[in-house]
């Protein structure tokens, strides 16, 4: 398998979709969609897996594409052995239709790799995730890997974490849903914010986890992430929130130019 740098070492290349090993030659793909440029991204992400490896599963739309290639390296016998750690319900499905022979944390607490979207990254490889709603597991199943591989298009970077002014989830428990939603809207860690519970229909969205989602949408970057996530988590019926902080080891960042490969110059915190 491919591998480019090791975990600490700082990397920032164009690489070759033709030529994995490469790190200076670029690929032109001016002419790609946007669907392309997340398959690009999700392959290359599939070259950190190799056989006899437990695998963590991501969700939504760029991480499929990633299960979907495990699946067919698996029926051409060039993966084997492997265990996938899906982190949703729609992951699962898709995995064992597939026939990746499947397991939960509690089967296979420690993970070598997991590879995920995200729906924001910043310049430090901090990501926002969980506009599909499946943010808590995902977050278990990636901060138990050895290495958690992101993959993006690059529509996804961002100066600031919220600067897409997009949804910046948080999972909450049903009771009394309305109190912490108001709770969340004064912090003053994340102030200026609009939050919104999210609904399916007319009726509140639920997740895997059978809780409530908030949606937190910002006009300005986030200032201070650290701080955010801290006030966050410190309100009682907050069950956990969309900002992956020092999670990211990888980046791979598909774009019109290229793929690009980042990784983070520090290891992550656990």
């Known amino acids: 398998m491919a591998a480019f740098g090791t975990k600490g070492a700082t990397l920032n290349s164009k690489v070759a979709i033709s030529r994995p090993c490469s790190r200076r030659s670029v690929v032109t793909m001016a002419s790609l969609s946007q669907d392309e440029?997340?398959?690009?991204?999700?392959?290359?992400?599939?070259?950190?897996?190799?056989?006899?490896?437990?695998?963590?599963?991501?969700?939504?739309?760029?991480?499929?594409?990633?299960?979907?290639?495990?699946?067919?390296?698996?029926?051409?016998?060039?993966?084997t052995n492997i265990i996938g750690v899906p982190t949703s319900i729609r992951t699962y499905e898709q995995a064992k239709a597939l026939g990746i022979p499947l397991a939960t944390l509690d089967d296979q607490p420690h993970i070598d790799v997991a590879i995920d979207g995200a729906d924001e990254v910043d310049p430090n490889l901090d990501v926002v995730k969980g506009r599909g709603g499946a943010l808590l597991r995902e977050k278990m199943v990636e901060m138990a890997s050895d290495k958690f591989v992101c993959i993006v298009d690059d529509s996804k970077m961002v100066s600031g974490l919220g600067g897409s002014k997009l949804a910046m989830p948080i999972e909450i428990?049903?009771?009394?849903?309305?109190?912490?939603?108001?709770?969340?809207?004064?912090?003053?860690?994340?102030?200026?914010?609009?939050?919104?519970?999210?609904?399916?229909?007319?009726?509140?969205?639920?997740?895997?986890?059978?809780?409530?989602?908030?949606?937190?949408?910002?006009?300005?970057?986030?200032?201070?992430?650290?701080?955010?996530?801290?006030?966050?988590?410190?309100?009682?019926?907050?069950?956990?929130?969309?900002?992956?902080?020092?999670?990211?080891?990888?980046?791979?960042?598909a774009g019109k130019t290229g793929v690009e490969v980042k990784e983070r110059p520090h290891p992550k915190k656990k």
């Not at 950190?48 to 991501?58: A, D, I, K, P, R």
């Not at 969205?205 to 801290?230: C, M």
Request: with cysteine; aromatic share 8%.
């Open 37 to 79: 440029l997340k398959k690009q991204a999700a392959w290359k992400a599939v070259e950190y897996v190799s056989s006899n490896m437990v695998v963590g599963l991501g969700t939504g739309s760029t991480a499929a594409f990633a299960v979907d290639r495990i699946g067919q390296l698996m029926k051409e016998g060039k993966l």
């Open 173 to 253: 428990v049903q009771f009394c849903h309305k109190y912490t939603l108001s709770r969340l809207a004064k912090l003053s860690e994340v102030a200026g914010c609009e939050a919104k519970l999210r609904m399916e229909g007319d009726k509140p969205y639920v997740t895997d986890n059978h809780n409530f989602i908030v949606d937190l949408y910002f006009q300005e970057p986030i200032k201070d992430g650290r701080k955010a996530s801290d006030a966050i988590l410190a309100l009682e019926g907050v069950v956990d929130h969309g900002l992956f902080l020092d999670m990211v080891d990888v980046c791979i960042i």
